[in-house]
């Protein structure tokens, strides 16, 4: 199961969001393939204003695992956390699924 993950900062979090990063990749390392696609949105001054990850799970329940595992999420750095089922078709170019 697919699912892409859009999470927004809370306001004023930038300084959180560098302190506790290294943390948060470690987690996302951690997870080796499951990781589809992971990186940060910007905003118009090029500074980091969320993320968007494209995770490939077995279950829904290994989803929420690593949510509930997530630095980000622990530190309150993400404020708005969105998930929904998602597809992945192409990556790179080239066609993986249907």
Partial sequence: MQF?????????????????????????????????????MLDEEGKPKGSVLVLDFESKDQLDAYLASEPYIAEKVWEDVTVEPFNVVIVNGEKVGK
């Fill in 4 to 40: 892409v993950v859009t999470a927004y900062d809370g306001n004023e979090k930038l300084e959180e969001r560098m302190r506790v990063r290294p943390r948060h990749l470690e987690n996302m390392a951690a997870l080796g393939s499951s990781v589809v696609c992971a990186g940060g």
